[in-house]
């Protein structure tokens, strides 16, 4: 069967009439995101099908991606009449109690009751977490089943394929894209509608699309959130590219630690083909276009562009000299553009919207939306969707509800291991590609990482050495010898050994890095050092001149001591100490002797009255 | 190309666009410091000690990787780059072990160099430090990870160049080092062992076990010489301290770009072994007495003379040295045409490319490859039949790989599913001996199509009315039925050889090695000559020679019906201008070929012969029937480097020079003529065998002598007309490819450009013919033979080398895992292979590599020599023995040779 596109146009008419029509329809609907199925969704989706089963009740079950606050996962929709209602940290076992009252006797349980969907765009108006946010790329994930492509084109999707296909050249897609002042969402904020340009005009007949799915920096996971709430729109931004640069293939590159987006993946690429939208004549204009999954194997380097290719390949994923661009010279050799899952999810919006619908958000030279993992010592952590230009300050303050446990914020780490730590007198920093590259951070691909005031500046750069180093594909000197000395240094300055000329050395030789690296990856790994010694300065002196960790986190430099006039020698923290360093006798004060004192901590965690200090 | 012109240091050099930063300061005699950049190597951009400012670029950029742009402005030698690099070798030191001291590489070490020139004693970073045992598990050299800097040139020389990906970086950050799939023993994956990698190395991780404690750069002399092995003609250096050979290493040149073999790299510890010949050896009943030069010359030379005067100049005869130099070989041919008045001049080209001297000289006039190794990478399509080109040439097949994976096309026609054929988009498995039939039934699908190069075949060639007629049986479907290879295989070989732009073949002995030889060598020409696949760069006919100096053995009328140049001696003109200058006749009629030689000798006809350095004892068919001709020949000499199972039954041994102890000149298998120099002197009383042959016609009343190779060659070049401009002097370290007919001649790297040697060319039309012996109920399988890897010709030098012998210790059969079922044979085990001729016993090894009815053996074991098997029977015009088919029988033993089979 070929569907051209009269009748997929027909389809796609009827599924959106369909949708309007049965919008109050009363429907159960559960986050199953990773985050949802981590905190249980999957017990609950299972009694919820065996209650409604059970009572008999003729309620449709769905499911849905990341809404966005994770936190307070498994969330669950219930659909009524008056409208759609979000219970948070449900369980399995408030299942019965959420149907009896809120399906069968239709009053709905206030107290787990999270609030009332308003709009896709900004669901919780009311909710700190939600109010600044403006959902445009993560508009239907939490509303639509990832894994119908009924759902996403009733919702819309594939609109802007459409349009293309039907009124626009590839010259006018790319204008529209460079019109827009879409930057790569990957990290380093690359125009995107020139990326195409240059994809497009490079000499060659096979050319190919590839999306960077291989989201590795720790703590960062809106590709993953997107990749699992909303795969069409990734494939509609691909096909689009495809079509404005004249590819008939693409890749999605995926690391296999994302297995929920991979099965969401080749569902949605299944659907797609059964749909005429991939393959030897997407749509009936005879033009071919086809998508494969390649999964990543676990490196972070594969993020890279030029390792990402080269594992594609087949070869080990080392990344290669640039120039030449994948534009010119990418996968096998042919011109190649690679956006990454973020910026193709951005494309069909502008598309449809218009370029100065998506401009009207952001700052100058950064247009449009970013979606942040927010996480760390912050309230609420999730996923959050914030225009270009907002401060950080309003994104930790109103947005993450401000630091957790009350404590003082310190720093936040923004762009990954590669990106910076930003200290307090930059909260009022606009976030946008440019101010951040100017602080010694960066964009990266979103991760945004609260530090307060028991964080140590010099253990978090520690911390990210010890991953960049780690993930050093070990191809140029500087990145893998470079980044192990720093990280030795590092670790013998939180063992309190070292000189203070050691700053300097530290400093230089993370700077040659920077400027004699490859890759990205070893250009900015030095970041977070460079930073942390450039903002919290104070804190590494001292460690080297004190040898005093003050954020009380590097276990070399810290004293155990119980406070006699607190302790009532109740013997818990002798009981649990591994090394028998504590004495005392019961009801007596007790005292560690710290020269066994191995630092682990064990005994604070144990004393019922705080009295032990560190 | 579009040129750029950029500034470096403040001097402007223009480049063509694409050519890096790196280069163009070479252009300029700035060489920017650098580990990974290597000349024969893809860019890394890895080591980045090449790093320079470039003004409004971020950072340092390694200049290795960074192509020239219009107006860029280059700093190389900044104090901020020199900081830079400072650190990164400061880097590299800190996980380096620093034992200079007793470092092999001491002396040419790249970081060493850097450390001395930036002035870094040692590492100011403390901290951890690989620790790695050095892998001493393969036979030829040590893997030192320790002192591996990862700058990946081997990794590149073994996936880029060589073609194995036995290496690559495994695990990530500082952990990263080389090494095999899972870490095993280099023997246990794709590793050739060509040591290119070790060639590469800038540090001491990879050093040869040859040289190892023997001496370092500055304790040796480097000799710069051409390999003895096969025909492909290596430069290496010989690696000299006190009057012994320590080591080798490639030398840069056109033939093979630098690269080497096993063999070439790790193959000389024949040179100084203990059981050399060192003195001439007289017979002594059943044992050989020492004697002295004047004694054992006195009794050859009166012992020839007294022959020829009593049973007349065809009762003595020669065979000349496919290992021996061209003067040598020269030498040979003269003092046996005008000292002893006899044609009888052969040597092992006639087991070998006897086929392709007729054939070819009979299609276009002249009997060598048409191109040049060089041109393989020009090609569109390769067409490689009847060679197993990486085991036996490998430097070639290596150049071949690498084409194919550029994107040149590749058709394998083999017997055996060679390494080769795993790469070639096309692998067509005949039947052996039904090449004729194979190559015109391409041709007859070329005809049919209209594929052929009409203008080509009315300007340039003859005969080809007559050969659309005798194709025209060959349908596809009749050619499957004699080949075995399926019909569609031919129609679809046919059209990708006739439409490619540029077509090359290159071929061996599985071609010529027939009785039909000489018709399977005028199949492909008649091939080539069809599609114009001829006479321009990147196409020809390209019969791959096996021995360094076969080639050069044959231009200098090692052959009885030719003198040097392929001047016949049925030609008066020819004769006097040769007697001229011999001062002496030139016998009129054509001597006698090798196997007919031996013939010969069995009925008594042929009493004395005299053998310089080859060993018909395992190289020639039907050794029982070689062995027996020479014990009847009533008087042998024998003049080689080892006792060989051929000088074993000589009356007279005398001990010649090897390549290593002699000057002169080899000719490789693309006609490039190159200088070979003396690095050590022969053991013992050894002489050249040029002084040898010199002081034998002295004796011998005929006066000749020479105070080096080059006024032998001189002599040569004067009666030579190929050889016509070449001079010891002009050849340098390149050679000069002939024909060169004069001083300003400067080679000709392909033949039959705008005419073909013989004027037009000429198709031949053959008809297929059965090999003499097929398959039948009581010889059911066919043999064929060939070489291996690691071993080389009758093994008189590769078995003596110890890695080469323990890397193919042991003769075996191969035998397709299907059949050795039905006839009860395991992997491994015993097995006798018999044939109308003899038997032999060895081991089985089970392989999809032979079809079923077929079976393979290695010829280099003289304790299970194939060529007991084989077949004597004779090509009718080359007189090429058919070594390559006969009927055989294959039965299991039990585990200690015992008759294990029947039940």
């Avoid at chain 2, 007697?579 to 090798?594: I, R, S």
Wanted: proline share 5%; with cysteine.
């Amino acid at each position: 069967m070929s569907i051209d596109l009269e009748s997929f146009k027909a389809m796609k008419h009827e599924l959106e009439e369909r949708r309007q029509a049965g919008k109050a329809r009363r429907t159960v609907i559960v986050g199953m995101g990773t985050c949802g199925i981590a905190a249980g969704a999957q017990q609950v989706w299972a009694a919820l099908r065996q209650e409604l089963n059970n009572r008999g009740l003729p309620i449709a079950l769905k499911k849905t991606g990341c809404i966005g606050i994770c936190e307070r996962e498994v969330l669950v929709d219930v659909v009524d009449e008056e409208g759609r209602w979000t219970y948070g940290d449900v369980t399995a076992d408030k299942v019965p109690a959420i149907i009896e009252s809120h399906l069968v006797n239709n009053r709905r349980v206030d107290e787990w009751l999270l609030g009332k969907v308003d709009s896709p765009e900004c669901p919780y108006p009311d909710m700190g977490f939600y109010r600044k946010q403006v959902r445009r790329v993560l508009v239907r994930c939490g509303f639509i089943d990832p894994e119908s492509i009924d759902d996403y084109l009733a919702w819309g999707g594939y609109s802007a394929l459409v349009k293309v296909l039907e009124s626009m050249t590839p010259e006018q897609v790319i204008e529209e894209i460079e019109r827009s002042g879409l930057r790569g969402r990957g990290g380093a904020g690359f125009p995107t509608g020139l990326k195409w340009r240059l994809t497009r005009q490079a000499p060659g007949e096979i050319k190919y699309v590839v999306c960077n799915a291989d989201e590795g920096d720790p703590g960062a996971f809106m590709d993953r959130s997107i990749l699992e709430g909303d795969p069409h729109a990734v494939l509609e931004g691909m096909m689009i590219a495809g079509w404005a640069i004249g590819a008939q293939e693409g890749y999605i590159y995926v690391r296999a630690e994302y297995p929920l987006a991979i099965k969401r993946l080749r569902i949605a690429i299944q659907q797609a083909r059964d749909y005429g939208l991939l393959g030897e004549n997407v749509l009936g204009t005879g033009r071919r276009f086809e998508l494969k999954i390649k999964e990543g194997a676990g490196a972070f380097v594969c993020g890279e562009e030029t390792a990402l290719l080269a594992s594609i390949e087949g070869s080990r994923g080392m990344p290669r000299p640039r120039p030449p661009f994948p534009a010119q010279k990418g996968l096998w050799g042919r011109p190649t553009n690679i956006n990454n899952v973020e910026t193709y999810a951005n494309v069909p919006a502008i598309l449809l919207h218009g370029a100065d619908w998506f401009a009207s958000l952001g700052t100058e030279r950064s247009k449009g939306t970013k979606v942040f993992a927010l996480t760390g010592k912050v309230a609420h952590t999730g996923l959050v969707e914030v225009p270009m230009g907002m401060t950080l300050r309003e994104i930790i303050f109103d947005v993450g509800g401000g630091i957790k446990g009350g404590k003082q914020f310190k720093g936040v780490q923004i762009g990954g291991p590669s990106g910076g730590c930003l200290p307090a007198d930059k909260l009022d920093l606009p976030i946008d590609y440019d101010s951040l590259t100017a602080a010694g951070a960066m964009m990266g691909s979103g991760g945004l990482v609260v530090l307060d005031e028991e964080t140590c500046m010099v253990d978090l750069a520690r911390f990210f050495l010890n991953f960049t180093q780690s993930e050093s594909c070990g191809k140029c000197t500087p990145c893998r010898e470079g980044t192990k000395r720093m990280l030795e240094t590092l670790e013998r300055i939180c063992e309190g050994e070292g000189d203070p000329d050691v700053l300097e050395r530290l400093a230089s030789l993370a700077q040659t890095v920077k400027d004699t690296s490859l890759c990205g990856l070893g250009q900015t790994a030095p970041n977070p050092v460079l930073t942390t010694i450039r903002y919290f300065r104070e804190e590494y002196e001292a460690h080297l001149g004190e040898k005093r960790c003050p954020a009380k986190v590097c276990r070399a430099l810290l004293e155990f001591r119980i406070l006699r006039d607190a302790c009532r020698g109740c013997g818990a923290c002798k009981k649990v100490c591994p090394v028998e360093a504590i004495t005392g006798e019961r009801k007596e004060p007790h005292e560690i002797n710290a020269a066994l004192c191995t630092r682990c901590g064990a005994c604070v965690e144990a004393c019922p009255f705080d009295a032990i200090v560190r | 190309m579009k040129e750029i012109t950029i500034e470096i240091d403040g001097r402007r050099v223009t480049v063509p666009e694409g050519v890096t930063v790196f280069e163009a300061a070479l252009k300029l005699g700035i060489e920017i410091p650098h580990l990974c950049y290597h000349p024969s190597l893809p860019f890394l951009g890895a080591c980045r000690l090449c790093v320079v400012e470039i003004e409004g670029a971020r950072g340092l950029p390694a200049s290795c990787v960074t192509p020239v742009a219009a107006g860029m402005v280059v700093r190389t030698n900044t104090e901020r780059v020199r900081e830079a690099r400072r650190t990164i070798l400061d880097l590299l030191l800190a996980n380096h072990p620093l034992d200079c001291l007793t470092c092999e590489k001491a002396g040419e070490c790249r970081l060493q160099h850097y450390a001395y020139e930036y002035g870094v004693a040692s590492s100011t970073w403390q901290g951890e430090r690989k620790r790695l045992e050095p892998d001493e598990s393969n036979p030829f050299f040590v893997r030192d990870q320790e002192k591996c800097i990862l700058c990946g040139r081997c990794v590149r020389m073994c996936q880029d160049v060589q073609g194995r990906h036995a290496i690559d970086y495994v695990h990530r950050g500082f952990a990263v080092r080389v090494s095999t799939p899972y870490d095993v023993s280099l023997t246990e994956t794709s590793c050739v062992f060509c040591g290119n990698c070790v060639t590469v190395c800038p540090v001491g991780a990879l050093t040869p076990k040859m040289s190892r404690g023997r001496g370092r750069t500055w304790e040796y002399t480097k000799v710069r010489t051409v390999c003895p092995y096969c025909g492909v003609g290596c430069n290496v250096y010989l690696h000299v301290k006190d009057g012994r050979v320590i080591g080798a290493s490639a030398a840069e040149g056109p033939a093979h770009e630098g690269l080497l073999c096993v063999k070439g790299h790790f193959g000389y510890e024949f040179i100084h072994r203990p059981d050399r010949l060192r003195v001439p050896l007289i017979r002594q009943g059943k044992s050989f007495r020492e004697a002295s030069w004047e004694e054992a010359l006195s009794l050859v030379a009166g012992r020839l003379l007294e022959t020829r005067k009593r049973y007349g100049a065809s009762a003595v005869a020669a065979l000349a040295s496919a290992k021996c130099t061209n003067e040598e070989n020269y030498l040979l041919q003269k003092v046996f045409r005008a000292v002893l008045g006899t044609n009888n001049v052969d040597h092992c080209a006639r087991l070998c490319h006897a086929s392709t001297v007729v054939g070819l000289a009979a299609a276009f006039g002249s009997g060598a490859m048409t191109n040049s190794i060089r041109e393989i990478a020009e090609a569109e399509l390769l067409l490689v039949t009847g060679s197993n080109t990486t085991e036996t040439h490998p430097v070639i097949g290596t150049r071949i790989i690498r084409a194919k994976r550029a994107g040149a096309r590749l058709i394998v026609a083999d017997p055996r599913r060679i390494a080769l054929a795993e790469e070639a988009d096309l692998f067509l498995q005949l039947l052996p001996g039904s090449n004729v039939a194979l190559f015109n039934g391409l041709a007859h699908v070329i005809v049919k199509e209209k594929l052929y190069d009409a203008q080509f075949i009315a300007e340039r060639t003859e005969g080809f009315a007559e050969l659309v007629e005798a194709l025209e049986p060959y349908t596809p479907e009749y050619v499957e039925g004699i080949t075995g290879v399926p019909a569609e295989l031919i129609v679809r070989a046919a059209r990708m050889y006739a439409t490619a732009r540029r077509a090359m073949i290159l071929y061996s002995m599985g071609i010529t090695q027939h009785t039909s030889g000489t018709d399977n060598v005028l199949a492909i020409a008649n091939l080539a000559m069809l599609c114009g696949h001829v006479g321009r760069e990147g196409t020809g006919v390209n019969p791959l020679r096996g021995q360094n100096n076969v080639q050069g053995a044959c231009d200098l009328g090692a052959l009885p019906n030719v003198l040097p140049g392929y001047q016949r001696v049925d030609d008066a003109e020819v004769r006097r201008k040769f007697e001229e200058c011999w001062g002496a006749p030139v016998p009129t009629q054509p001597g006698l070929t090798v196997v007919e030689m031996m013939e010969a000798a069995a009925r008594g006809q042929l009493r004395a012969l005299y053998i310089m350095g080859e060993n018909p004892m395992l190289s020639d068919p039907d050794i029982n029937h070689v062995r027996e001709a020479l014990e009847k020949v009533e008087f042998l000499v024998v003049q080689d480097i080892f006792m060989t199972e051929t000088a074993c039954l000589a009356d007279v041994v005398l001990p010649g020079a090897c390549f290593a102890e002699k000057d002169g000149t080899f000719t490789n298998t693309e006609r490039r003529v190159q200088r070979v120099h003396k690095a050590v002197d022969p053991p013992g009383e050894a002489l050249p065998d040029w002084v040898i042959l010199c002081r034998l016609a002295q004796k011998m009343g005929y006066p000749m002598s020479y105070d080096h190779p080059r006024e032998i060659l001189e002599e040569i070049r004067r009666l030579t007309p190929i050889y016509g401009g070449i001079s010891w002097e002009r050849l340098g370290t390149d050679g000069l490819q002939w024909p060169c007919r004069d001083a300003d001649d400067p080679g000709t790297p392909y033949l039959h450009k705008d005419r073909f040697a013989r004027g037009k060319g000429k198709f031949h039309p053959v008809k297929y013919r059965p090999p003499a012996e097929l398959a039948d109920e009581e010889y059911p399988l066919l043999l064929t033979t060939g070489r291996l890897l690691y071993q080389f010709h009758t093994g008189s030098m590769s078995r003596r080398s110890q890695g080469l012998e323990a890397m193919a210790p042991e003769p075996y059969i191969e035998i397709n895992p299907r059949t050795a079922e039905v006839l009860g044979i395991g992997d491994g085990q015993l097995v006798e292979v018999a044939s109308r001729r003899g038997s032999i016993t060895l081991r089985a090894r089970l392989t999809e590599r032979v079809a079923r009815q077929v079976v393979f053996v290695p010829f280099h074991y003289a304790e299970a020599a194939a060529n007991v098997l084989t077949n004597s029977a004779l090509d009718p015009r080359a007189k090429i023995p058919e070594l390559k088919v006969c009927a055989v029988r294959v039965r299991p033993l039990g585990a200690n040779g015992s008759d294990g089979g029947g039940s």
